[in-house]
């Protein structure tokens, strides 16, 4: 076997902030150590991609040193947090951004799959669209036409293909779209996510499609995906990434084992950096805990326990209708809940704020907290997924017994008031 | 196979001068849809269709005719006035709508560039082509017109000028695809560019021979013409007017120097293109 992807010494960095006034000053810098041969004044800086703490640099390495090797017709999942660098690592492999340093080297024609339907046109038919979007993904006008008629069959909508696009139904977009990436001719196919569209039996029917062309076809895919059971279904071999490294690089099973440990979260005590503005602020909060109703810290919860996030925060100036809030977003990114304090006048002062649940019962899962202060409405401090919490499939003794599993189940465990009526 | 084996390489830093023609080539039927689709879609789900190409620069003739032929009356070197600004009308569309476009090519482009990698001079060369169906199109309307006043004597004679037509056409598509170019990669960071071009390009138009001929700015503004003559849309319309009329101030000297000029700023546009297009999603 042959080596199709090599990956040596491969970084990215981005400049975080926005771009404005002092940005040619620094662009200038940048240019004159460039011309010395210098290293960029502003790279030495860089830290790594640590989204719940505030660095202390605007410029953060999304990847850093990167090395793997990938073998023809093997097919690799990619996993990790998001932010863990893996459309960082996906955009540099279909050459849509180049690396800040390090050397990605291959054999055979690469075609990605970021998205599927780029390029497709509203006001064009769906025959001109799969035209118009198999030349952007790099297919040949010639090849198209060959397999025009597969990829309509594929697709499923051969009564509307001469309809624009603008008229067909999110589903039938998706699956024109999907069918035209399933038709690329290319030794190595980058994947992203593109399964998590459509219904159930035409992500299936994808899902199969990627199969035969991984182990069918012998093509090298590399596969990211936040669905672990496509993953494992698909790939025999995983690389995870965490903070733009690589820490595990080997068989699918392991590293879907350790990407459920990483997200699960260990600290009940989550010390939140001072803001660099610090004088300038009016309040800022410093302190995040999770606890149970006597104060005890907790590091997983029990399905059904009562629990507590507490917030330590220190108000600088008196400040007006301060509210603090919190929002509660599942693994899945969807916000399950948002809670805000009662407005009022706040003297200066070290402030503690206790948000208590007592009466929802969350399914086993891991949970992200983000924390907000504001005052007439306008932000403060806002402090995205700066702690976890998972509440675990262990059952609290007091639940309510009607409830018979706690994973699989929706968001939400509290039963309904449930009556069975004989007639 | 031995491992070190290998086809293709990303690095951060390419060369400057790669200009990876042969994949521009192998992507030229992605070339020949995009046109196609600029084509399409400009006309589709309207009444008139391709008419419109005609309407825009039939009105901005009449009225050119009315405001600076009649009203202001600025001379036309003799000739029938909706045939001179026709003329000017034209050519200057042309150059204007390929500048204009290419220099929004990054940020018109952001979606699919950020999404899938082709070859992103196709794009702008895309651009060139599907202005010069449009631009063929508007030049039937001119000879229509010319052919009318042929034919009712007006008194206006073609040069042997007319066969530098190709060659002026294409200096015109070039010199926009350059300066737009340059505009585009520039934009990518610094939008204050896209705010410039839109009024910049139209005030431009005022410093190129569309409303007047040179012949008058030289006469009645001795010290400031040069700011038109030196203008390289100033020769080409003039070359253009020339060819086509018989009037106008064509000179070997000043086509020769739109030609540099031209280069210059294709070069720089390319190589600058090709900088900007490796690391623009990360800015746009």
């Keep these: 076997m042959s080596v199709a992807i090599k990956v040596e010494n491969l970084s990215k960095a981005y400049h975080l902030g926005q771009i404005g006034t002092g940005t040619i ?37 999304s990847l850093k040193d990167i090395n793997f090797e990938i073998q023809q017709g093997e097919a690799v999942g990619i996993i990790g947090r998001n932010g863990a660098g893996k459309s960082t690592l996906l955009k540099i492999l279909s050459k849509i951004t180049a690396p800040t340093t390090g050397k990605i080297s291959g054999r055979g024609r690469i075609a990605s799959l970021l998205e599927v339907g780029t390029g497709f046109h509203p006001e064009l038919s769906g025959r001109e669209n799969i035209f118009l979007n198999g030349a952007i993904l790099g297919m040949r006008k010639k090849e198209i036409q060959h397999k025009l008629q597969e990829i309509i069959d594929f697709s499923g909508i051969e009564r509307y293909i001469d309809t624009p696009v603008k008229r067909y139904s999110s589903g039938m977009y998706v699956r024109l779209a999907f069918a035209v990436a399933a038709y690329l001719e290319s030794e190595i196919l980058i994947v992203d996510e593109v399964l998590a569209v459509g219904d159930a039996e035409f992500q299936k029917k994808c899902l199969g499609k990627m199969n035969e062309v991984s182990k069918g076809e012998g093509r090298t895919v ?55 503005t610090i004088d300038e602020i009016h309040a800022y909060a410093h302190q995040l805990r999770i606890e149970d109703l006597n104060g005890e810290l ?15 925060f220190i108000v600088n100036k008196p400040t007006s209708h301060f509210i603090i809030a919190i ?18 006048y706040m003297q200066a002062g070290r402030y503690t704020a206790i948000f208590q649940q007592n009466d929802l019962i969350l399914a086993t899962d891991t949970y992200y907290v983000t924390v907000g202060l504001s005052s007439y409405e306008r932000s403060i401090q806002y402090l995205e997924n700066i702690a976890t919490f998972t509440v675990s499939d262990a059952l609290y003794s007091g639940l309510d017994k009607t409830i018979i599993r706690t994973t699989g189940t929706g968001i939400i465990l509290n039963p309904m008031r449930i009556k069975i009526l004989r007639n | ?74 001379s036309t070197d003799g000739l029938p006035k909706p045939l001179f600004y026709m003329a000017g009308i034209t050519a200057w569309n042309y150059f204007a709508d390929c ?43 001119f000879l229509i017109l010319l052919g009318f006043y042929y034919f009712s004597g007006a008194k206006f004679h073609p040069t042997s000028i007319i066969i530098l037509f190709p060659f002026i056409v ?89 030609t540099f000029v031209t280069l210059v700023l294709l070069t720089f546009g390319i190589l600058i293109f090709n900088k900007v297009e490796r690391n623009f999603v990360d800015t746009v």
């Design chain 1, 25 to 61: 000053s620094n662009d200038l810098a940048r240019w004159y150590a460039n011309i010395r041969g210098t290293e960029d004044p502003f790279l030495k800086v860089g830290e790594t991609n640590v989204r719940d703490s505030i660095g202390t640099s605007n410029i953060v390495w």
């Design chain 1, 222 to 276: 590399l596969f990211v995906s936040h669905n672990m059971s496509a993953i494992q279904k698909l790939c025999k071999k995983a690389i995870l990434l965490e903070n733009g490294h690589i820490t595990f690089n080997g068989q699918t099973d392991k590293a879907i084992e350790k990407y459920i440990k990483i997200t699960k979260a260990s600290k009940s005590i989550y010390e939140i950096p001072i803001p660099l």
């Design chain 1, 298 to 312: 907790l590091k997983e919860i029990p399905v059904g326990l009562p629990w507590q996030i507490v917030v330590e």
């Design chain 1, 327 to 344: 929002g509660i977003n599942n693994s899945l990114e969807t916000n399950v809940r948002t809670s805000w304090s009662e407005e009022q």
């Design chain 2, 1 to 74: 196979m031995h491992n070190d084996e290998h086809d293709w390489v990303i690095e951060s830093k390419g060369s400057l001068f790669d200009l990876k023609l042969n994949e521009v080539w192998a992507y030229r039927d992605l070339l020949v849809l995009l046109v196609r689709r600029d084509f399409v879609s400009f006309y589709k789900q309207t009444i008139l269709g391709p008419l419109w190409f005609f309407i825009q620069p039939l009105f901005t003739t009449v009225i050119f005719t009315f405001i600076f032929g009649n009203l202001a009356g600025i």
């Design chain 2, 99 to 141: 500048l204009n476009k290419t220099s929004t090519v990054f940020r018109d482009n952001a979606g699919i560039f950020g999404k899938v990698y082709f070859p992103r001079l196709i794009v702008p060369l895309s651009i060139v082509a599907s202005n010069l169906i449009r631009f063929g199109v508007q030049m039937i309307l």
């Design chain 2, 170 to 258: 294409i200096l015109m598509a070039l010199l926009g695809l350059g300066a737009g170019m340059i505009i585009s990669a520039m934009t990518t960071k610094y939008r204050d560019l896209t705010f410039l071009v839109g009024f910049g390009v139209q005030l431009l138009m005022y410093a190129t021979t569309v409303i007047y001929p040179l012949s008058t700015a030289l006469d009645k503004y001795p010290k400031y013409a040069w700011i038109i003559e030196y203008n390289p849309m100033t020769p080409i319309i003039e070359t253009f007017r020339y060819g086509f009329l018989g009037e106008g101030s064509f000179s070997w000297g000043s086509l020769g120097y739109v």
